[in-house]
């Protein structure tokens, strides 16, 4: 079961989003809140799987709840309806796994949240474009970046959304080698996590 928690200041909007999302068989939502610093309290109290977060909310933004959940296992879902490109770079940085706008078909919302709890990142569309085009980027577009051929099979691998397990698998080496090799390629790109190494896949044409 994969358990929700949905951020949002506008009541109806969150009670749209738990009516649908709680006629799912694997998906229960777990808890509201009407505010970023909400958000972060009730992320830390009930450990949810999947936040759905909306950027534009009083007291504390998304990006400044973004930015307190570091280092957590909750995958956050940015869900805005303000379609600024700008947005995206930032938030991706500040750890979000996805990055959604409130038009979304209610049948990909659910995906969405299937996909990202399972360890990839999803953007928009439009989202993924305002990426590649260089809004932002956990490197430099031109920096480069001393990688082994293991190490890119590892991100690219990353990027597809594999777990360590599954890469092993897949390269067939042991898993504390999948380790060393992740660490080594976070380290190189001098991004904090595999989110990051993945948009930087993306970004670089390795994906």
């Not at 506008?10 to 808890?31: E, K, N, S, W």
């Not at 399972?118 to 085009?133: D, F, K, R, Y």
């Not at 691998?157 to 397990?165: E, F």
């Amino acid at each position: 079961m994969i358990r929700v928690l949905i951020a949002d200041d506008h009541p109806v909007v969150r009670q749209g989003l738990r009516t649908f999302l709680d006629l799912q068989d694997d998906i229960t939502v777990v808890g509201e809140a009407g505010d970023g610093a909400r958000a972060v309290e009730l992320v830390e109290r009930l450990a949810p799987d999947v936040l759905l977060l909306d950027l534009k909310m009083p007291v504390l933004d998304g990006l400044g709840a973004l930015e307190r959940l570091t280092g957590g296992t909750t995958r956050v879902v940015v869900l805005t309806s303000v379609s600024d490109p700008g947005d995206v770079g930032p938030a991706m940085r500040a750890g979000a796994a996805g990055f959604l706008y409130k038009d979304v078909a209610p049948d990909a919302l659910v995906q969405a949240v299937r996909t990202v709890h399972g360890g990839q990142v999803l953007l928009a569309p439009e989202a993924a474009e305002a990426m590649l085009s260089g809004e932002s980027s956990p490197a430099g577009p031109d920096a480069p970046v001393p990688l082994t051929d293991r190490e890119r099979e590892v991100l690219r691998l990353i990027a597809a959304g594999r777990s360590n397990k599954e890469i092993a698998r897949a390269l067939t080496v042991a898993e504390k080698t999948v380790k060393t090799h992740v660490s080594n390629v976070l380290m190189k790109l001098g991004v904090q996590d595999r989110t990051q190494a993945a948009l930087y896949a993306v970004r670089h044409g390795l994906a």
